[in-house]
C-alpha cells in the first residue's frame, strides 16, 4: 500500500523559508513521477511542483518558480520542497502525490495523495 506522508509545515512570516518532506512507502517509485499541490481556503487545489523519481526531470508553476526547489532523495525514498522568499498568497494545505504514469501539472493525472500539511505565510 503506497503511503505519502508529508511534514516541515507552519506558521512563518513573509519573507520566510520553509522546506516540506514528503516520505514515500509502499513500492518502488523510481518510475513515477512526484509532485506537490496546494489548496487555499475556498480555491481548487492546484499544481506547484513535480519532479521525475528517474532522472529528476522538474516543473514549476509559474507562481513558485525563482523562489521554490523541489528535489529528491533516492536513499530516503523522500521528496522535499524547498521554499523561500514565501508570500501569504502562499498559503494552504501542501499535498504530495504520486503519479505512475503523468508528467504534467493535472490534479487527475496523481494516483496517490497525502494528507496534507498546512502552511501559514502573515504579512
Known amino acids: 500500500q503506497v503511503q505519502l506522508e508529508e511534514s516541515g509545515g507552519g506558521l512563518v512570516q513573509a519573507g520566510d523559508s520553509l522546506r516540506l518532506s514528503c516520505a514515500a512507502s509502499?513500492?518502488?517509485?523510481?518510475?513515477?513521477?512526484m509532485g506537490w499541490f496546494r489548496q487555499a481556503p475556498g480555491k481548487e487545489r492546484e499544481f506547484v511542483s513535480r519532479i521525475t523519481w528517474s532522472v529528476g526531470s522538474t516543473l514549476y508553476a509559474d507562481s513558485v518558480k525563482g523562489r521554490f526547489t523541489i528535489s529528491r532523495d533516492n536513499a530516503k525514498n523522500t521528496v522535499y520542497l524547498q521554499m523561500n522568499s514565501l508570500k501569504p498568497d502562499d498559503t494552504a494545505v501542501y499535498y504530495c502525490?504520486?503519479?505512475?504514469?503523468?508528467?504534467?501539472?493535472?490534479?487527475?493525472?496523481?494516483?496517490?495523495w497525502g494528507q496534507g500539511t498546512q502552511v501559514t505565510v502573515s504579512s
Open positions: 502525490a504520486a503519479a505512475r504514469l503523468a508528467l504534467g501539472r493535472s490534479v487527475s493525472s496523481y494516483d496517490y
Open positions: 509502499g513500492r518502488t517509485f523510481s518510475s513515477y513521477t
